[in-house]
């Protein structure tokens, strides 16, 4: 195996920059990290939640990076992302799929990735999974995409069924609690004082950019529209679907927010049937992703009751660990092509 030469986004231990594309002129910040990267080695890109920008992640990449490489990146309007010049009203999915491919020709990061996401990323992921599937045309998906992991990621279903997450009544309900505070992340995230800062000032300059212009219901539905769950758009590629206890977390932001007075009594009712409904179909609505690979290809499905919709900032290993999983996965088939390659050889002799 060869190291690529010449491309500090392979080879460089630690290397970001602001860079600029020809698409849409838009510029989108990139941050690459971890071990060298061999030839034929595959590259974790990580797609963030909606409003969250990578700084956030920080601590996923410092982990994962220690046995893969990684890119993390924001996407147009994200922290220091630049929004289309064009002044387009909405924020989708499919154009940020695009970009992100324009992103990667540009800085020369070629397949195969492992592709990561969270929350509103899964939509974004599967966006760009299907873009590079249909641009490449594998006869062995994991040649390009060599593994996909949704961890507690957003569905079409559930974009489709639920107007809006969480409901306008929980929001009302806990608009005065401070997540933060009242379930300590900051000391739970592990992160410096200088990388919480810089994750909360990142946060801040998204919510400026950004504010109401990404079309998560918007993209989800035409996501939907490519009916990807009834083709098995990734059969014989390596999946992982995990599902948090968000609903743990609804119930959270409830009790705290009426301990201190927050909603009408409209309100909490409206906040006690979104917790109710969300918790009867959370499971069937993130199940169904399997059904990307359909009865071919690896699937692993896991419930984490446990660990809320953030576990991915208080505990990066449970990220790395699926990451590790799917890295397994490509070993395993790795080796049993060579077992096979190693007995038509001895057949003919």
Same mark, same amino acid.
């Given at each position: 195996?060869?190291?690529?030469?010449?491309?500090?986004?392979?080879?460089?231990?630690?290397?970001?920059?602001?860079?600029?594309?020809?698409?849409?002129?838009?510029?989108?910040?990139?941050?690459?990290?971890?071990?060298?990267?061999?030839?034929?080695?595959?590259?974790?890109?990580?797609?963030?939640?909606?409003?969250?920008?990578?700084?956030?992640?920080?601590?996923?990449?410092?982990?994962?990076?220690?046995?893969?490489?990684?890119?993390?990146?924001?996407?147009?309007?994200?922290?220091?992302?630049?929004?289309?010049?064009?002044?387009?009203?909405?924020?989708?999915?499919?154009?940020?799929?695009? /970009? &992100?491919? +324009?992103?990667?020709?540009? =800085? @020369?990061?070629?397949?195969?990735?492992? $592709?990561?996401?969270? *929350?509103?990323?899964?939509?974004?992921?599967?966006?760009?999974?299907?873009?590079?599937?249909?641009?490449?045309?594998?006869?062995?998906?994991?040649?390009?995409?060599?593994?996909?992991?949704?961890?507690?990621?957003?569905?079409?279903?559930?974009?489709?069924?639920?107007?809006?997450?969480?409901?306008? /009544? &929980?929001? +009302?309900?806990?608009?005065? =609690? @401070?997540?933060?505070?009242?379930?300590? $992340?900051?000391?739970? *995230?592990?992160?410096?004082?200088?990388?919480?800062?810089?994750?909360?000032?990142?946060?801040?300059?998204?919510?400026?950019?950004?504010?109401?212009?990404?079309?998560?219901?918007?993209?989800?539905?035409?996501?939907?529209?490519?009916?990807?769950?009834?083709?098995?758009?990734?059969?014989?590629?390596?999946?992982?679907?995990?599902?948090?206890?968000?609903?743990?977390?609804?119930?959270?932001?409830?009790?705290?927010?009426?301990?201190?007075?927050?909603?009408?009594?409209?309100?909490?009712?409206?906040?006690?049937?979104?917790?109710?409904?969300?918790?009867?179909?959370?499971?069937?609505?993130?199940?169904?992703?399997?059904?990307?690979?359909?009865?071919?290809?690896?699937?692993?499905?896991?419930?984490?009751?446990?660990?809320?919709?953030?576990?991915?900032?208080?505990?990066?290993?449970?990220?790395?660990?699926?990451?590790?999983?799917?890295?397994?996965?490509?070993?395993?088939?790795?080796?049993?092509?060579?077992?096979?390659?190693?007995?038509?050889?001895?057949?003919?002799?």
């Amino acid at each position: 195996m060869t190291i690529r030469k010449h491309n500090p986004w392979e080879t460089s231990s630690d290397i970001s920059a602001l860079m600029p594309l020809g698409t849409r002129n838009v510029s989108l910040f990139a941050h690459a990290s971890g071990l060298s990267r061999h030839q034929g080695d595959p590259v974790v890109i990580f797609f963030t939640g909606a409003g969250a920008p990578a700084a956030g992640y920080i601590k996923v990449q410092q982990h994962i990076s220690s046995f893969v490489r990684t890119l993390f990146y924001d996407r147009a309007g994200y922290d220091r992302s630049t929004l289309p010049s064009s002044n387009v009203e909405s924020l989708t999915a499919q154009d940020a799929a695009k /970009d &992100l491919g +324009a992103l990667l020709k540009q =800085i @020369d990061v070629l397949p195969p990735y492992i $592709l990561v996401g969270h *929350s509103y990323g899964g939509i974004l992921l599967r966006e760009f999974l299907h873009l590079q599937l249909k641009e490449h045309h594998p006869t062995d998906p994991t040649e390009v995409i060599a593994g996909v992991v949704l961890y507690d990621t957003g569905t079409e279903l559930e974009y489709a069924f639920f107007p809006r997450l969480p409901s306008a /009544d &929980l929001l +009302a309900v806990s608009n005065d =609690i @401070d997540w933060e505070v009242l379930t300590k $992340l900051k000391a739970e *995230s592990g992160m410096t004082d200088e990388e919480w800062s810089d994750a909360m000032e990142a946060g801040q300059r998204t919510r400026e950019k950004v504010a109401q212009r990404e079309d998560t219901h918007g993209s989800a539905r035409v996501l939907a529209e490519k009916m990807q769950l009834e083709r098995h758009i990734y059969k014989g590629g390596n999946l992982a679907v995990i599902r948090c206890n968000s609903a743990r977390d609804y119930q959270m932001m409830y009790d705290e927010g009426v301990r201190i007075g927050g909603g009408t009594k409209e309100e909490r009712a409206g906040a006690r049937k979104f917790i109710h409904e969300w918790g009867m179909h959370n499971f069937p609505m993130a199940k169904v992703q399997g059904e990307l690979v359909g009865d071919q290809g690896n699937t692993l499905h896991q419930e984490l009751p446990h660990w809320g919709h953030d576990s991915v900032f208080r505990k990066p290993e449970l990220v790395g660990d699926v990451v590790e999983w799917v890295l397994h996965k490509l070993d395993d088939g790795k080796k049993e092509r060579e077992m096979g390659h190693g007995l038509s050889i001895r057949a003919g002799d």
